[in-house]
């Protein structure tokens, strides 16, 4: 995803954290001021050509990332998504941490082919069957990345207390070939990567690697290429002046032969 790179992401240093932040609300905004005459236009003409991609490289990271959907086609998506998850509940919806389990701050679901099973921090979440929502976003995203996606785990964030704490998606199962396509809807939020080596704790080894801070925008899409899990963890922190809710969709490839039963 190198051609069509904007130009639009400023990079700067906030004085409360050290850190590059990359406006990227901002890219590629100029794709979607259109006409009102263009408004009730057929949506695969919509996507009939390439969208313009910023690229986001740090050492170890490459990231591609673009405004999928125009911001009433993302109203439109988010809405009908409210109706049609289908969020865990009870054991489900909680965590495990040390081999302790915590509520999840924030609802979760799974969708995808028939059969299909996530495991991770300790829990293993068997995903539903794709709705007629999540099949339309899922084609628009294979029709922007030329990957294909078996499996969306979805994340809804009521309002910035909401959160997820940092961790990589490095699970055994997931296609190490194939990246994960990161769909948000509804509040934009702060999404803040971090180098392994440069994490805080007891590491011997810690380097000064400035964390990358994304604001990811509505109806936009974050592709995460490999190796990135492999070295940097990603959060999304809590932030108290959010008020209104934000859905993600992480759409995955999972390797068949490797699903747990």
């Keep these: 995803m190198n051609g069509g790179v904007a130009t639009c992401v400023e990079e700067n240093q906030t004085e409360t954290e050290d850190l590059v932040m990359l406006h990227a609300k901002q890219i590629c905004e100029a794709a979607f001021e259109q006409d009102d005459d263009d408004d009730d236009d057929d949506v695969e003409e919509e996507f009939a050509h390439p969208i313009p991609w910023q690229k986001i490289e740090a050492e170890g990271l490459d990231c591609d990332y673009s405004l999928l959907f125009s911001k ?3 109203d439109r998506l988010f809405n009908q998504l ?12 909680q965590v495990q941490v040390y081999g302790k389990l915590y509520n999840v701050p924030r609802q979760q679901a799974t969708y995808g082919d028939e059969g299909l099973m996530y495991s991770f921090s300790g829990v293993h979440l068997l995903a539903r069957l794709w709705t007629p929502t999540l099949e339309y976003i899922r084609d628009v995203v294979t029709n922007a990345t030329g990957q294909t996606f078996n499996f969306v785990l979805i994340n809804r ?18 296609d190490p070939t194939c990246p994960i396509a990161s769909v948000s809807l509804g509040a934009s939020r702060d999404f803040i990567f971090r180098h392994k080596d440069a994490r805080s704790g007891s590491n011997p080894n810690k380097r000064q690697i400035k964390p990358v801070k994304l604001e990811l925008a509505h109806g936009s899409l974050l592709l995460m290429n490999a190796p990135t899990n492999r070295h940097w963890y990603h959060s999304l922190p809590v932030r108290k002046k959010v008020k209104t809710p934000r859905i993600n969709l992480t759409f995955r490839r999972i390797i068949k032969t490797r699903v747990k039963k």
């Design 72 to 74: 009433q086609e993302a």
């Design 82 to 93: 409210e109706v049609e998850v289908e969020y865990f509940t009870g054991d489900e919806a």
């Design 157 to 174: 964030y009521k309002d910035g207390n909401d959160h997820i704490g940092e961790h990589r998606d490095d699970e055994r199962e997931l």
